[in-house]
């Protein structure tokens, strides 16, 4: 079945500066790539994702990038603000039959200092 | 916020114990789910939920078990806890469409001592 790696587990940068984490899958035939945002005491929520058909989505300080190919995906934050801080999860899922099966990474937590 | 609730939001259990979960939602949709999330291993699938009676095994199965009686309401019971079932148990559902976001519930910190 399909593996998500993630990394780093933990990740601080400076406010204003950017924030990179990665994740690699093992599937080939995985085709949707979504990034969960979750906030301390909080469920997860989407924050963008990204469909195998394309390279590159962004979404205004977010964007992710995905290598077909190489089998991995980013997610890129940039001039990182406190509200950034939060843990970070990539997932990946095959094509869609019935019900959504996301296979998750192990989560970043990422904090920005001020 | 796709109006889902869970409880209770904390738990404290002794090992050999029952304990139920529980998830409801409010925006009709089909499909539920039930993770754990624990340190080093991010979210994993223990049961979904496809319809009303009509669930299936996800990743780590082992121990649990789910019913779905309504379509808001979706259960996961540890019939017997123990101590490595301590973590915290989140509920998602989606309404069914190719590409539909995944939302989650604020999530229950279940104890066993």
């Known amino acids: 079945g399909e593996n998500v790696e993630q990394h780093p587990s933990t990740l601080s940068v400076q406010e204003g500066d950017s924030a990179v984490i990665k994740c690699t899958y093992s599937?080939?035939?995985?085709?949707?790539f979504p990034w969960y945002k979750q906030e301390l005491g909080k469920g997860s929520q989407l924050i963008i994702d990204i469909r195998s058909n394309v390279g590159e989505k962004k979404d205004q300080r977010i964007a992710v990038t995905l290598n077909k190919t190489a089998k991995h995906f980013s997610l890129h934050i940039t001039e990182t603000q406190p509200e950034d801080s939060a843990v970070y999860f990539c997932a990946a899922r095959g094509d869609r039959q019935g019900a959504q099966k996301l296979v998750f990474g192990q989560g970043t937590r990422l904090t920005i200092n001020p | 916020d796709a109006g889902i609730t869970q409880s209770p939001r904390h738990k404290v259990t002794e090992t050999g114990t029952p304990v139920t979960l529980r998830c409801h939602q409010t925006?009709?949709?089909?499909?539920m789910y039930w993770y754990r999330q624990d340190p080093g291993h991010g979210l994993r699938l223990i049961h979904y939920s496809y319809g009303v009676k009509d669930t299936d095994k996800g990743e780590v199965s082992d121990g649990y078990s789910v019913s779905r009686s309504k379509t808001e309401d979706f259960l996961l019971t540890l019939e017997s806890a123990t101590s490595s079932q301590t973590s915290v148990y989140f509920c998602a559902t989606d309404g069914g469409f190719s590409l539909g976001e995944q939302y989650f519930g604020p999530g229950t910190r279940l104890t066993v001592t």
């Open positions: 599937d080939s035939a995985s085709n949707y």
């Open positions: 925006e009709n949709h089909r499909y």
